[in-house]
């Protein structure tokens, strides 16, 4: 926080920073095991989306990530996200969550990565700079660089 002196004062009028991040969600992805995941796929932001099947040892490398994360303490302004890849798991049991690595233009290309969780809407922001190292170094990810470009969705 580039202002250390606000954080204080807010701090001490009881007003706390807004948490972005929603555990309950992160660690109910975090639990999966990979005998719990029907389907998992990760493709870049793009129409028609061109999803990769993961991989057992990317899937298991990602739920260890996904316990890994803690809530951005900034998600920037309100503007178009600007997603990297897009990572959809789909349980057995018939849950669907949704993993976004995105950014925008006021986060100065910082990392964020998004869970969210369909249908209920359930939504978490968080830190995603290690995630994201991680994540472009997976074969599965980078694979997705060599496909032919398509148009960007909106």
């Avoid at 719990?36 to 991989?55: F, G, M, Q, T, Y």
């Avoid at 990565?113 to 922001?125: A, D, Q, T």
Wanted: charged share 25%; proline share 8%; hydrophobic share 40%.
């Amino acid at each position: 926080m580039p202002y250390p002196h606000l954080l204080l004062l807010l701090l001490a009028c009881g007003v706390a920073p807004k948490d972005w991040g929603d555990e309950s969600l992160r660690g109910r992805i975090a639990a999966l095991r990979l005998e719990d995941v029907a389907d998992a796929s990760i493709a870049l932001d793009e129409c028609p989306k061109r999803p990769r099947p993961l991989s057992h040892e990317t899937l298991s490398e990602l739920l260890r990530q996904v316990s890994l994360l803690t809530p951005a303490p900034d998600i920037g302004m309100r503007e178009e996200w600007k997603e990297w890849r897009i990572i959809n798991l789909r349980t057995a049991a018939g849950e669907t969550f949704e993993i976004d690595v995105s950014t925008r233009d006021s986060l100065g290309g910082r990392p964020i990565v998004v869970l969210e969780e369909e249908p209920s809407g359930g939504i978490g922001f968080y830190a995603g700079d290690a995630f994201w190292d991680w994540l472009s170094r997976v074969p599965d990810s980078i694979a997705l660089e060599s496909q032919q470009a398509a148009m960007p969705c909106s």
